[in-house]
C-alpha cells in the first residue's frame, strides 16, 4: 500500500492554498466560499506567473481569468462569475484593468489583511474535538 504521507508531499502542488485570515477576518466577512477559492486560484496562478518571470503590469504581475474560465471552475452562470470578481474587488482583493475590445481583463491579486487567530482557532484541526 502507498504511503499516504508521502502521496500528499509528492502531490503539493496539485493543490491551492485557502488563506484562514479570508474566514476568520470580519473585514471579509461578506465573501462566500466561490469568492474566497477564486481569489485562492489567482494567487496561485499569479504565483506561476512569478516563478516564469509572466505577465508585469507597473512592476506588478498580473493574471487573466476570463469569465468564460471562471464559469467553468466555479461551475456557475455567467452573473455569478461576474458578482464574484465584483465581490473580491469591494473586498479590495483584486484590482482589475479593463483591456476593452474584447480582451480579458488584467487582474492583480492584492495580498489580504493578515489576521491574528487565537489558540482556539475553529479553523484549525483538532483530533480531540468531537464537534461534527
Known sequence: MRNVNEYWFQN???????????????RYKDLNSDDIVLYSLMVDRMSLSLKNKGFRYNDDI????????IKEILKCSNTKAERTLENL???????????????????IPLPYEEYKVDENDTLSFDPESDND
Open 89 to 107: 474587488q469591494r473586498a479590495g482583493l483584486i484590482f482589475k484593468k479593463r483591456m476593452g475590445l474584447g480582451k480579458p481583463s488584467m487582474i
Open 12 to 26: 503539493i502542488d496539485n493543490f491551492a492554498m485557502l488563506p484562514k485570515a479570508l474566514f476568520a477576518n470580519p
Open 62 to 69: 498580473f493574471v487573466y481569468f476570463p469569465i468564460k474560465e
